[in-house]
């Protein structure tokens, strides 16, 4: 799911907040991490959903009611984030979700620990850096007062016949 991105509102993850949530744990609380948009979220919940009601899912066994492809599409991302595993075509949970996103907030925090500096045009050496250009939508001011004003006092290169 190109251009999805995890968004987790540390605030709810909190030890307070963390505690109330794991009285009424929800499927929805975990799409909403990984989506923003109602529908893929809904989507990705529903397949979460299913591998948890069957324990093991295979695609030939998703209901009728989304495509295969969409099925497919769903519980494939749930293995690229770590959630589910996918072996001998049967997708379900993994144990492996857990440790590397307590490793990951533990090399964050190392690195913001770290006095070291770091070149990013280096360590990015093929990334765009420069400013994009505007690629459409309103013309602003400062565009505006950049453009050669045309008052008409253009000569005309033209020789009349």
């Given amino acids: 799911m190109e251009g999805d991105q995890v968004t987790i509102k540390y605030w709810e ?3 307070a907040p963390f505690k109330e949530k794991l009285k009424d744990p929800s499927v929805k609380d975990i799409a909403k991490i990984y989506f923003d948009n109602e529908t893929k979220a809904y989507r990705f919940a529903k397949a979460l959903y299913e591998v948890k009601a069957k324990g093991q899912l295979r695609l030939k ?3 009728k009611d989304l495509p295969i492809a969409t099925w497919k599409r769903y519980l494939d991302f749930g293995v690229n984030v770590g959630i589910l595993k996918h072996e001998q075509s049967e997708y ?5 979700y857990t440790k590397p996103l ?3 907030s533990t090399y964050i925090k190392a690195w ?5 500096d770091e070149n990013l045009d280096t360590i990015f050496a093929t ?3 420069a400013k994009q250009q505007k690629r459409g939508g309103r013309i602003r001011k400062e565009q505006l007062d950049l453009q050669p004003q045309n008052d008409g006092a253009e000569q005309n290169d033209t020789v009349a016949e």
């Fill in 102 to 104: 307590k490793n990951l």
């Fill in 61 to 63: 066994d998703c209901p």
């Fill in 92 to 96: 379900s949970f993994t144990d492996r």
């Fill in 112 to 116: 913001t620990e770290t006095k070291k």
């Fill in 127 to 129: 990334a765009k850096t």
């Fill in 13 to 15: 993850f909190e030890d």
